[in-house]
């Protein structure tokens, strides 16, 4: 008779992707750090996600700010908003 566990190992490391304790405040592109909401519109995606690998108009990579980086908190350059903690 087969033998349904429950106690299955998970399999480890698959699970801190989505746990990072550093969270994206803003976005770097364009000489300037922005606010996310602004990115996404700048960049007319509805998700963080897909700004992975897109460019700017000087052609430079979109590049998260962390909440651990030293410029993650000020103002954003599109609409002047506050971002940070
Ligand atoms: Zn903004």
Same mark, same amino acid.
């Given at each position: 008779m087969p033998r349904t566990s429950?106690? %299955?190992? +998970?399999?480890?490391?698959?699970?801190n992707r989505a746990k990072l304790p550093m969270k994206i405040v803003a976005y770097a592109y364009e000489a300037a750090i922005h606010c996310p909401r602004c990115t996404l519109r700048r960049f007319h %995606?509805? +998700?963080?996600?897909?700004?992975?690998g897109v460019l700017d108009r000087e052609g430079n990579e979109v590049w998260p700010v962390f909440s651990?980086?030293?410029?993650?908190?000020g103002h954003c350059d599109t609409c002047g908003a506050e971002y940070g903690d």
């Open positions: 429950s106690t %299955v190992p +998970s399999a480890c490391g698959s699970a %995606v509805d +998700s963080e996600d897909a700004l992975v651990i980086d030293e410029n993650a908190s």
